[in-house]
């Protein structure tokens, strides 16, 4: 019996020859799958770009075995389409797509070894409003690396909250003077008096403060070159209300509201769903899930 694998990727590469499109983003999910990869014909196929989860251990002699480019994306469970949005970001981080490629998607579920979905992407024209995509200009971004850090760990707290509890909160990235200047203190500022290579974002200890700090009231405010400001910050910029946030909070609308007001882009983290939203310039530009059944509650 041929396996259902090959057959799913070779339809759809024969989709990506009719519609044009650039890549064929093959997600897989374990050291077995892309083991199994590694054997197939199609590792020569020069339009394959393997996603896999960011803290797969995989030798770094299996994967000189190929010559595909390979996106390491968040290793948590995410809805489909979420997994989806999550690597064009970082395939256009990375320079492995342009904001205006064409893309085959073949997937299958979070965490299972089986492909059953295909899907075509132009990058060219906006997602329906169920699924925000409008990420132009936050690709533009001189602070986009830091922005995606900062989705990581929005990602695991929607996730997995905190401590078994499912918490909200609201972070700011970029123009942080003028963040600063249209918010005030809640409580102390437990980042004041750090010199600034002890606050960069890219450290593991500062990541791990700030999922314990996003249980602060307020927001936490990082600047465009991943120093962390400021934790428990209130916006004091006016909350907008608009059609396209029917149904959101007050953190949502006061995030629209401080990127309205500055150049700021916030991430915003749902309490009740753990749905990131991030915001620009007072509009959603981007959702992703991460599926909260894998919450610690």
Known sequence: MKDHRLIIIR????????????????????RSDVRWFLKTRHIRHDSIVLVIPSDLLIRAAEMKQTPVPVIRSWA?????????????????LQGVIT?????????????????DTITIH????????????????????????????????????GALGREGKSIGTTFIIGDEQNVLDASHQLVFNPFKGYPKKERMITRPEV??????????????????????????????????STKNLRGLGSR???????????????VVVSESTGKVTIFEKGNIVATLEPLISRRLV
């Open 207 to 240: 990541v791990e403060s700030i999922k314990e700090l996003a249980q602060l009231d307020g927001a936490i405010v990082i600047a465009a070159d991943g120093a962390v400001e400021a934790a428990g910050r209130n916006l004091d910029a006016g909350r907008v």
């Open 11 to 30: 339809n759809a590469l024969d989709l990506a020859d009719a519609t044009g499109s650039r890549k064929l983003f093959l997600f897989l999910n374990s």
């Open 76 to 92: 948590g469970n995410q809805t489909r389409f979420s997994r989806i949005k999550y690597a064009f970001l970082h395939a256009v």
């Open 99 to 115: 904001i205006e490629s064409k893309v085959i998607c073949v997937l299958g579920p979070s965490g299972k070894s089986h492909l």
């Open 122 to 157: 132009d990058l060219t024209h906006s997602w329906s409003e169920d699924f925000p995509f409008e990420v132009h200009s936050l690709i533009k971004n001189p602070a986009f690396p830091i922005i995606m850090a900062t989705i990581d760990i929005a990602l695991d707290i």
């Open 252 to 266: 949502h609308r006061s995030a629209a509201g401080i990127t309205r007001k500055t150049a700021a882009v916030a």
